[in-house]
């Protein structure tokens, strides 16, 4: 048995210590936000927080984490979709097809919280999910308009 704080509450389940973190996310917990892309941390669909910095939890075993560490999901990161990521993401209709847009959205709202005013260069550099419908254009629209909004 093992225990992570995961959106703000401990979270007791059982997995060896190579399980990635995402599997224990979707499989053990029910969590299933955070998305299986490609396995190898190169997507980022199944980016998620720990300790504030975004994460690919594919790539994650659980023996590289500590109970003290605290996870987020996209599930924890507003529990009525009011984070201003998200907000920005609905009203400019960011998403295609959405499947990356759980990993975008945990990037991008990690990026607001260490960088309020992003350049468009600091955009680029931090946001280095792949969307394969391509709304880039829209994702940086959206993460400039939540910055503005996270000011207000």
């Given at each position: 048995m093992a225990t992570l704080n995961v959106n703000g509450k401990p979270r007791v389940?059982?997995?060896?210590?190579?399980?990635?973190?995402?599997?224990?996310l979707r499989e053990q917990l029910g969590l299933t936000g955070t998305k299986y892309g490609c396995g190898i941390a190169q997507c980022g669909s199944?980016?998620?927080?720990?300790d504030g910095a975004p994460v690919r939890s594919c790539a994650l075993p659980l023996a590289a984490l500590n109970p003290s560490q605290k996870i987020v999901t996209i599930e924890g990161l507003s529990p009525d979709g009011t984070h201003p990521v998200q907000k920005a993401w609905a009203a400019l209709d960011v998403p295609q097809c959405g499947f990356c847009q759980s990993g975008m959205i945990m990037a991008a709202a990690a990026l607001l919280a260490s960088n309020p005013k992003p350049s468009d260069a600091d955009i680029d550099a931090a946001m280095s999910n792949i969307c394969r419908c391509g709304t880039y254009i829209r994702v940086r629209a959206g993460i400039k308009q939540a910055a503005a909004a996270a000011r207000a």
């Open positions: 389940f059982e997995a060896e210590a190579d399980t990635p973190l995402l599997w224990v199944c980016t998620v927080h720990i």
